[in-house]
């Protein structure tokens, strides 16, 4: 059994007290709380993810660094934190700061959690991806803020001439049996010590929580709704003047020449400088608007690079040529087969945030602000690229304003780094929004060919081959030696993707033979991990022939769910939203229910969607978007094992439930002569506010496992599942193109691909905005 699997352990650990000037305490070397071996826990044939997943993986290379991360007992009373992963809108600020007060036994407000700069000594301890933040930082967190506790404790029995056990320790406060008190503050620096010191702590039962499990609101809600929370483009660097780049008219094309450097100066009299990058031609001047002027007024002629002419039908035909074949060639005689083939076309990796960094370079050292998922690998490649030691460069860790995989690379940070270094000069660089959707990253688009062979009222057989354009996984396990693999030839694909897939993918049926593979290939695109990266797209043709095999079978699609699941706590959540969302009630034509299942990152989640299909829904008259169909009502049930803060955990189901509608209706890039046509997010027709649901209700289940597991992606893959087979059974035609609409004919005028950036909007009056 594994130890995300099991209720939180009551043995005792190590805890180190660090040499500091106030109290510092860490966790032990990883080796003592590393998982178990993995054991079969089911007992039907089971795929590679049910025995060892990514967040498996993610934990154990974490753990050997465990130890390098410390909980700060400060003089006024409050604890501190540098949190070696990044804040992009997930809450995990406020989970590690709960996580903490609760050890502590300290008010919520007292605990200070910061983003750590690049630390190249945790090695593969400061990657933010697969939703493992909590999984792989609970059980260390908590350990050194017991170990802090502990020696607080130790200080206190001293001065007060008293047995630890007899103290009592609540907000902060120490108190001795005769009513004298002492302050965590007070205590503070007596605690501290010389030389590392080993403490044995044990940590607080699941039973004792009093902050983890309840709902909080986030600690830095006063900032995001007041504007004070500080974002790259927020911060003022001295000297960083505002920044933006003329980009290529195709995907990576690269500048031939620029002829009216001197006249565009001369024009604009507020730029300031103008060089040619790798990306394109960067304009530096006081203020974004003068760059904005100057980069359409920019005379660029281009090299055109390997995704040029490239279109929807291009890429859809060469996946289909790259599809691997099925395996099971032999059946009884009588059986029959369902054999579906579904398209997922490319969806942006923009978040709300456009791609900015904000660079410092001179010829000795380099200092670059931005929102690094990676930030270790990110200090690593830009030290390269700048011809300066790693030790030279520092990377400061920004909160981000979102990041749909997108932070995982470092776009924004080298290109801010190497126009400082051309241009001598600080800058703050931020991507247009017609740069992000145009040559920023993209989910790839992908096919999902499934067979499944069924006789009688058993499936036989289960067989998917997925096949998508490559993903890129190029930041590795965040630092630069398992970043160089995806260099090696095949190595991107064969040590990454192929990984990656058979540790988040697997059927949650038993039906038979089963296998998924996948197949990628490589076609220049700027690719990342689009939330949950392949499950939604998996999933989604899993549980839309899951359907088929029960409407075959002539079987309730809920009941044959229950008859096939495998996992008894995807059994549970299923029954959650059947009975909450009142399960096979009658509804009028043109509008059904449908189900989506998905098991991830050690937690499980379920999904009931009603979808109107009608022409009230589909009839509507749109500016700039499709008006239906719509879902009308969203029920997710999930289980992640310990919920540190279910308020956190619903407003991650909430935005998963909005990118599940999304994909599977409205949201995609549309990709001609090499580049996609949307350039804006009216463009880009994400879950709009007259698409969102009447109803959706969040049902956070109760502890299962004792441990988190990952929440950030989760409801994404069940909500489009159920979004499809409610279209399905609404209209009685299976969708099998993604999202439904993108065949439609398009509901924008496509802006220019040159200039890059769309001329400013003005008011049609005086004042330009």
Excluded at 54 to 83: E, H, K, Q, Y
Excluded at 490 to 495: K, M, Q, V
Excluded at 541 to 569: H, I, N
């Amino acid at each position: 059994m594994r130890l995300d699997s099991r209720p939180i352990p009551r043995r005792r650990f190590l805890g180190y007290l660090i040499a500091a000037p106030t109290l510092a305490a860490v966790a032990p070397l990883g080796l003592e709380f590393l998982s178990d071996p993995a054991g079969a826990v089911i007992p039907s044939a089971p795929e590679p993810s049910e025995e060892y997943d990514l967040s498996d993986l993610l934990n154990d290379a974490a753990m050997p660094t465990s130890n390098l991360i410390a909980v700060v007992v400060n003089t006024d009373g409050t604890v501190s934190f540098a949190l070696p992963r990044a804040e992009v809108g997930q809450g995990i600020t406020t989970a590690v700061a709960m996580t903490i007060a609760d050890e502590m036994d300290l008010a919520l407000h007292k605990v200070s959690i910061s983003l750590a700069d690049a630390r190249p000594e945790l090695v593969w301890n400061q990657l933010t991806g697969g939703s493992n933040s909590m999984h792989s930082l609970f059980t260390p967190v908590r350990i050194a803020a017991a170990t802090a506790k502990g020696a607080l404790l130790e200080a206190a029995a001293l001065q007060l001439g008293e047995v630890v056990d007899a103290l009592t320790a609540n907000d902060g406060v120490i108190t001795a049996p005769d009513g004298r008190t002492l302050t965590y503050g007070s205590l503070a620096q007596s605690a501290a010590v010389e030389q590392t010191t080993a403490i044995p702590v044990q940590l607080k039962p699941a039973s004792d929580f009093t902050v983890v499990g309840t709902p909080q609101g986030r600690i830095d809600a006063l900032d995001i709704v007041t504007g004070r929370k500080q974002f790259a483009m927020d911060l003022e660097i001295p000297g960083a003047l505002p920044t933006m780049v003329r980009r290529p008219p195709t995907i990576n094309g690269t500048v031939g020449s620029v002829t009216n450097v001197e006249e565009v100066k001369a024009t604009y009299p507020g730029v300031t400088d103008i060089v040619v990058v790798p990306t394109g031609v960067a304009v530096r001047a006081q203020t974004f608007g003068e760059c904005i002027d100057a980069v359409d007024a920019l005379n660029v002629t281009w090299v055109p690079a390997a995704a040029a002419g490239k279109s929807d039908d291009s890429v859809l035909a060469e996946l289909r040529a790259a599809e691997l074949p099925f395996s099971v060639t032999s059946l009884p005689l009588l059986t029959k087969t369902i054999d579906e083939t579904f398209t997922f076309y490319f969806v942006s990796n923009s978040p709300l945030e456009t791609n900015c960094a904000v660079a410092d370079v001179t010829s000795s050292k380099a200092e670059i602000w931005s929102s690094f998922k990676s930030p270790i690998v990110a200090q690593q490649i830009i030290a390269q690229e700048l011809g300066l030691s790693q030790e030279a460069v520092t990377c400061h860790v920004v909160q981000g304003g979102g990041s749909f995989g997108r932070h995982l690379f470092w776009d924004a940070g080298l290109e801010a780094a190497l126009i400082s270094k051309a241009m001598g000069k600080p800058v703050k660089l931020m991507w247009h929004r017609a740069d992000d959707f145009r040559q920023g990253r993209m989910h790839p688009m992908a096919t999902s060919h499934v067979r499944a062979s069924y006789l009688g009222g058993d499936v036989l057989a289960f067989e998917q081959r997925h096949t998508s354009v490559s993903t890129d996984f190029s930041h590795g396990l965040g630092e630069i030696l398992s970043a160089e693999v995806t260099k090696i030839p095949e190595g991107n694909t064969l040590a990454y993707s192929q990984g990656v897939f058979e540790l988040t993918q697997d059927v949650p049926y038993n039906f038979g033979v089963t296998n998924q593979l996948l197949n990628e290939v490589d076609m220049a695109f700027n690719t990342g991990s689009w939330r949950n990266i392949y499950s939604p797209d998996v999933a989604t043709a899993t549980e839309l022939v899951v359907d088929r095999l029960a409407a075959r079978m002539g079987q309730d699609p809920y009941q044959f769910r229950r008859a096939f699941l495998k996992d008894s706590r995807l059994l549970a959540v299923l029954d959650k939203v059947a009975q909450a969302g009142s399960w096979g009630r009658s509804m009028p034509s043109l509008t059904a229910q449908g189900l989506g299942l998905h098991k991830e990152y050690k937690g499980a989640v379920a999904a009931l969607v009603e979808i109107d299909c009608g022409p009230d829904a589909t009839g509507r008259t749109i500016v700039d978007g499709y008006g239906g169909p719509r879902v009308t009502k969203v029920v997710i049930a999930v289980d992640v094992g310990l919920p540190i803060n279910p308020l956190g955990l619903e407003a991650q189901m909430m935005g998963g439930a909005m990118d599940g509608i999304a994909k599977a209706l409205t949201f995609s890039l549309h990709i001609q002569n090499g580049i996609p046509l949307e350039a804006s997010w009216d463009n880009a027709y994400y879950t709009r506010q007259w698409n969102v649901p009447f109803d959706l209700e969040v049902i956070v289940m109760p502890p299962t496992t004792g441990v988190p597991g990952g929440a950030g992606e989760l409801a994404v893959a069940p909500v489009m599942a159920a979004v499809a087979c409610a279209y399905a059974r609404a209209t009685g035609t299976m969708p099998t193109r993604f999202p439904i609409n993108h065949n439609q004919p398009l509901g924008f005028t496509p802006y220019p691909t040159e200039p890059s950036v769309p001329v400013e909007p003005t008011n049609g009056l005086t004042q330009e905005f």
